[in-house]
């Protein structure tokens, strides 16, 4: 199954943030229960509907590929910081935004604005398509 399925089908059980990080996780020998508890607070922009879930999955997995051999912190640092901004102009370009409640349409960290988005099933709707975007745009440019 290739990435973006994979974590689609991650996201009928996990947060959107845990769903991109968890279809990366053997790429990178991490298990399942370490993946949910490291991403667990991202999910719904993490809680604030600010920066996507998908996105902050796909910064870890950034991160995770960056690698350490022979390499300085700073080093590290910058290479990551410089494969972030790449990965935001794509999201960019694709979306609009990288802020949830922008992608959204509405504020899920609202009860009201929650209650709208399972009204609308955005979940189902935008939130499947993100998760399947950022999959893909690690898949396909780093």
């Known amino acids: 199954m290739k990435k973006p399925q994979n974590a689609v089908e991650n996201f009928k059980t996990l947060n959107c943030s845990q769903s991109v990080l968890m279809s990366f996780s053997d790429e990178f020998k991490i298990d399942a ?17 600010e920066t996507c879930g998908a996105v902050t999955g796909a910064y870890m997995v950034l991160g995770l590929k960056s690698g350490t051999e022979g390499k300085t912190i700073p080093e590290i640092k910058a ?31 609202t009860p009201e604005g929650a209650a709208e988005a ?25």
């Open 79 to 109: 290479e990551t910081k410089a494969a972030v901004r790449r990965f935001n102009e794509i999201f960019i370009a694709k979306h609009g935004s990288l802020t949830c409640k922008k992608l959204m349409g509405v504020d899920i960290s």
């Open 33 to 49: 229960g370490t993946v949910v508890r490291i991403a667990a607070g991202f999910g719904g922009g993490m809680a604030m509907a």
């Open 118 to 142: 399972a009204e609308k099933k955005l979940h189902d709707s935008v939130c499947s398509n993100l998760v399947a975007s950022a999959a893909e745009i690690l898949e396909n440019h780093f």
